[in-house]
């Protein structure tokens, strides 16, 4: 059976933006699940609120997992990711053992310290804000798919998202100049009296390419606040000097969720026009960091993710980058065209490489002279080409083999 895709559920981020599967998410992952595992579950409560605290799960489902009689909707998000865990495991989707993340960000953060120090505290009124532009012009509001820049995500895409560039440093406070991090800050709001978005934290170190994801649960209004006209993100996130209160804001990976690299397969940072219309102040430089194709890259505690990227000898679109499909095919299904953006500075240029890409993405790369499957350089190993005895290969990152 396959994992369930990112782009099938809508939670994908851009700069993390691996993906994050908040409640009602886990709670329809969960109808999915126990369907499959043969439970009788019934469907109302998952999707009529009004009516969820009337009707009850099964006590018991044919898996053997209980409930005790609660709703789904009266399930705590806790119990509601303890049974999607459980019903993954049982169905052989995932095998928990086989992560290597701890459980909460607090030991996370200790664990990425020696390669890439404390993470920042994040101060959404000090980052840079995502400006949106439509025919030219800054607006405001929720924007849908009018603006400019818009996400790319196939949903809404509203003002006042922020980004914020940071250097790594030690407990103590002493500067490491190959450690950057990145925040992101990202409204979703459509109702401004309810606050819906998430805090993202990605650091990187540019000398070994060890990576770590720190991403916010859904439920960011008590520390965050939006601006009354504008919807731009303020408030400071806690930090790890109070352990509790950072495992309330923030979670490690885990495997009730997809691997982070399932849309950051490329290397951690992905850019767009919507990302990389924030620029550091008094640049035009944007916030989030462009890596090249040689740059290092692995995820620590990621052992066991798919780290593979299609690689083409002679092919013109890997002369500056890594190229991960599953992150430009999300793009392309909602409106992106690399022909009319690539390259930069000749659009459209490189369109037999582009289709010689696609061809080795949808037949796989045996159907294609020179393709081959490639994992990044890591903490002083080169890259490496892999073949099918590869043993972390994940759904997402399964051709399409069509024919054309």
Not at 73 to 79: Q, V
Not at 192 to 213: C, D, E, H, L, W
């Amino acid at each position: 059976m396959q994992t369930i895709s990112s782009r099938e559920t809508n939670f994908f981020d851009p700069v993390h933006s691996h993906l994050v599967m908040n409640r009602t998410m886990m709670r329809h992952l969960l109808l999915v699940l126990t369907f499959v595992a043969g439970a009788r579950i019934l469907w109302e409560p998952l999707f009529a609120q009004d009516h969820a605290a009337d009707e009850k799960l099964p006590q018991k489902t044919d898996s053997g997992t209980t409930v005790r009689g609660k709703s789904a909707a009266d399930m705590t998000e806790s119990e509601t990711k303890a049974l999607v865990e459980k019903l993954l495991t049982e169905k052989d989707i995932f095998a928990p053992g086989e992560w290597h993340f701890p459980k909460t960000a607090s030991e996370y953060a200790k664990m990425a310290e020696p390669e890439l120090g404390v993470p920042p505290q994040i101060d959404l009124g000090k980052s840079v804000e995502i400006p949106l532009y439509v025919n030219g012009v800054r607006k405001f509001g929720n924007l849908g798919r009018s603006c400019d820049n818009y996400s790319l995500l196939g949903k809404d895409t509203v003002s006042g998202s922020v980004l914020q560039r940071h250097e790594g440093r030690t407990a103590d406070g002493r500067s490491l100049p190959d450690v950057v991090w990145v925040s992101f800050g990202r409204n979703s709001t459509r109702d401004p009296s309810n606050v819906v978005g998430s805090v993202q934290m990605i650091g990187y170190n540019r000398k070994t390419g060890a990576t770590a994801f720190f991403e916010s649960c859904d439920q960011i209004h008590p520390w965050v606040t939006l601006d009354k006209d504008t919807l731009r993100m303020r408030g400071v996130m806690p930090w790890i000097d109070k352990p509790e209160e950072f495992d309330q804001a923030y979670r490690a990976p885990d495997p009730s969720r997809p691997q982070c690299v399932q849309c950051h397969q490329a290397d951690p940072f992905i850019t767009n026009s919507f990302i990389n219309a924030a620029k550091l102040p008094g640049t035009e430089e944007s916030v989030v960091p462009v890596l090249g194709k040689d740059s290092p890259y692995f995820v620590i505690g990621g052992q066991n993710w798919d780290m593979r990227t299609l690689h083409i000898e002679g092919n013109k679109c890997f002369d500056c980058h890594r190229v991960g499909m599953s992150t430009m095919s999300m793009f392309m299904e909602n409106g992106w065209h690399p022909n009319k953006h690539m390259p930069p500075k000749d659009p459209g240029s490189m369109a037999s490489d582009l289709e010689q890409l696609l061809e080795a993405w949808s037949k796989g790369p045996a159907a294609v002279k020179g393709a081959h499957w490639i994992i990044p350089p890591a903490a002083g190993r080169p890259a490496q080409t892999v073949g099918e005895d590869y043993p972390n290969k994940a759904s997402f990152n399964t051709p399409r083999r069509k024919d054309k």
